[in-house]
C-alpha cells in the first residue's frame, strides 16, 4: 500500500523558535496532503490542505502566519510552526492523497487518504 | 454545526468476543465514510470504508454498517483480539470544493481487549 512518512518522529524545542516538519509520499504522487493537530485522548483536527503547486487552504481558526505550509513537490509537503510556544505542543499528523482511484483498493474506496506516522512537538 | 460523534467513549471487551464501535454523523452531504485505528503514538490505520450507496461492507474480521436513514455508522470486529486494543475513530468524506475532500473526524472510542 502507499506509504507516507513524517520526519522527525519527535522533536523538542525552545519557546519562540520555529519548527519544520516534512510530509513525503514514498511511493505515490500527492496532489493534496492533508495537516492534522491532535491533542492528547482528542481526535484529529484539520489544520490546513494544501494542493501542489499552489497556496494551503487553512481551515477556521488555524493561523497561517503562524502555520506555514509548503507543497512544493507531489511527494513533499512541510509544515512550519513559526515562534512555538508550549500551547503548540501537539502530535501534528500529515495525510496524502493521490489520483482518483488507483491507489484505493475495492469498489468502495475513493480519494483515500494516507497518513503518516506523526510528530510529537513539545515546547519547553 | 454538524459534526461526527460517538456513543461511547470507552468499550472493554473479553479476548474472542465480537466488538461493536458506533458512530453518528449529522451531515447528510457526507458520502463516504471511513473507520480508522490508532495505536498510541501512531498514525490513524485505515480499516475499513464504504460509500453512501452502500449499507455494508465486509473486510476480513471486521463490517462497517452504514444506516443512512438515522446517521449511523459501525464498526463490528469479530473475534477480537488484543491486537486490537487501540482508538477508533469513524470519518465522513465530504467535497470541500474544487477537488478537495476533507474528512472530519468523529472524537474515538478507545477499545481495550482483555486476555
Known amino acids: 500500500g502507499a506509504v507516507v512518512s513524517q520526519h522527525p518522529s519527535w522533536v523538542i524545542c525552545k519557546s519562540g523558535t520555529s519548527v519544520k516538519i516534512e510530509c513525503r509520499s514514498l511511493d505515490f504522487q500527492a496532489t493534496t496532503m492533508f495537516w492534522y493537530r491532535q491533542f492528547p485522548k482528542q481526535s484529529l483536527m484539520l489544520m490546513a490542505t494544501?494542493?501542489?503547486?499552489?497556496?494551503?487552504?487553512?481551515e477556521q481558526g488555524v493561523e497561517k502566519d503562524k502555520f506555514l505550509i509548503n507543497h512544493a513537490s507531489l511527494t513533499l509537503s512541510t509544515l512550519t510552526v513559526t515562534s512555538a510556544h508550549p500551547e503548540d505542543s501537539s502530535f501534528y499528523i500529515c495525510?496524502?492523497?493521490?489520483?482518483?482511484?488507483?491507489?484505493?483498493?475495492?469498489?468502495?474506496?475513493?480519494?483515500?487518504?494516507?497518513f503518516g506516522p506523526g510528530t510529537r512537538l513539545t515546547v519547553l | 454545526g454538524e459534526s461526527v460523534g460517538l456513543h461511547l467513549p470507552t468499550l472493554s471487551v473479553q479476548e474472542g468476543d465480537n466488538s461493536i464501535i458506533n458512530c453518528a454523523y449529522s451531515n447528510s452531504a457526507s458520502d463516504y465514510f471511513i473507520w480508522y485505528k490508532q495505536e498510541s503514538g501512531k498514525g490513524p490505520q485505515f480499516i475499513i470504508d464504504i460509500r453512501s450507496n452502500m449499507d455494508k461492507r465486509q473486510g476480513q474480521r471486521v463490517t462497517v454498517l452504514l444506516n443512512k436513514t438515522v446517521k449511523h455508522l459501525s464498526l463490528q470486529i469479530a473475534a477480537t483480539q488484543p491486537g486490537d486494543s487501540a482508538v477508533y475513530f469513524c470519518?465522513?468524506?465530504?467535497?470541500?470544493?474544487?477537488?478537495?475532500?476533507?474528512?472530519?473526524f468523529g472524537k474515538g472510542t478507545l477499545l481495550t481487549v482483555n486476555p
Open positions: 470519518a465522513e468524506n465530504r467535497d470541500s470544493g474544487g477537488s478537495n475532500y476533507k474528512l472530519t
Open positions: 494544501s494542493n501542489e503547486g499552489s497556496k494551503a487552504t487553512y
Open positions: 495525510s496524502a492523497r493521490g489520483e482518483g482511484e488507483t491507489l484505493a483498493g475495492g469498489p468502495g474506496s475513493y480519494n483515500e487518504q494516507f
